[in-house]
């Protein structure tokens, strides 16, 4: 299906509206109703979106990823293949007797997580629900996130932590972010104080 320069696979099921220009949805997507996909962006196959999810412009989606109500994920993001996010610390079935009034009302399950500007997330990640994944982060594969993760930081392991911070082009850096030239595209700390000046107009 393509409308605006959009392009949808014959396959995917995409229910929504809010879909920006540019964006591809690939073999069996689901789209929910209500969810809202910003211009740019590329969902792979067997990716869900359910309503209430908000993504940005540009971000990246690999294949079986799941993006539930409360999730958000901001401007250039990328989300690797199997990443795992959740919306509810203490679940329960619905369906089950004793939570049925629990379910009934999403303020008392529902909680929410962002992954902000240019952060990236490695294959196969679990994301605790509730947590914000800083700008421009890294988290390696197969990590599993329990707390917040700082702007620029570099976090492997179950649970995970921080080893490193890395660049905005994603290389690791040698010292924090604050205070390091990267080797691999040059940018130095006097360049990055433009370039936060700039995101900031943007916002």
């Given at each position: 299906?393509?409308?605006?320069?959009?392009?949808?696979?014959?396959?995917?099921?995409?229910?929504?509206?809010?879909?920006?220009?540019?964006?591809?949805?690939?073999?069996?997507?689901?789209?929910?109703?209500?969810?809202?996909?910003?211009?740019?962006?590329?969902?792979?196959?067997?990716?869900?979106?359910?309503?209430?999810?908000?993504?940005?412009?540009?971000?990246?989606?690999?294949?079986?990823?799941?993006?539930?109500?409360?999730?958000?994920?901001?401007?250039?993001?990328?989300?690797?293949?199997?990443?795992a996010f959740t919306n509810d610390r203490w679940p329960r079935s619905a369906?089950?007797?004793?939570?049925?009034?629990?379910?009934?009302?999403?303020?008392?399950?529902?909680?929410?997580?962002?992954?902000?500007?240019?952060?990236?997330?490695?294959?196969?990640?679990?994301?605790?629900?509730?947590?914000?994944?800083?700008?421009?982060?890294?988290?390696g594969a197969g990590a599993v996130i329990t707390a917040d993760v700082p702007?620029?930081?570099?976090?492997?392991?179950?649970?995970?932590?921080?080893?490193?911070?890395?660049?905005?082009?994603?290389?690791?850096?040698?010292?924090?972010?604050?205070?390091?030239?990267?080797?691999?595209?040059?940018e130095t700390p006097e360049m990055r104080c433009h370039i936060r000046e700039?995101?900031?107009?943007?916002?």
């Amino acid at each position: 299906m393509n409308m605006s320069n959009r392009y949808f696979h014959p396959s995917a099921l995409v229910e929504a509206e809010a879909i920006g220009d540019g964006t591809r949805i690939w073999a069996f997507a689901h789209v929910m109703r209500g969810a809202a996909i910003g211009c740019h962006c590329n969902l792979g196959d067997h990716t869900f979106v359910e309503s209430g999810a908000s993504i940005g412009d540009n971000v990246t989606i690999k294949n079986n990823v799941c993006v539930w109500l409360g999730i958000t994920l901001e401007d250039d993001v990328f989300v690797g293949p199997n990443v795992a996010f959740t919306n509810d610390r203490w679940p329960r079935s619905a369906r089950m007797t004793q939570a049925r009034s629990r379910s009934g009302q999403i303020d008392n399950w529902l909680v929410r997580t962002t992954v902000e500007r240019g952060a990236s997330i490695g294959a196969n990640a679990t994301i605790v629900p509730g947590v914000r994944i800083g700008r421009y982060s890294m988290i390696g594969a197969g990590a599993v996130i329990t707390a917040d993760v700082p702007p620029f930081a570099l976090v492997i392991g179950a649970p995970a932590r921080r080893v490193a911070d890395v660049c905005r082009c994603g290389q690791k850096l040698i010292g924090f972010y604050q205070n390091a030239v990267c080797t691999h595209c040059g940018e130095t700390p006097e360049m990055r104080c433009h370039i936060r000046e700039e995101e900031a107009v943007a916002l």
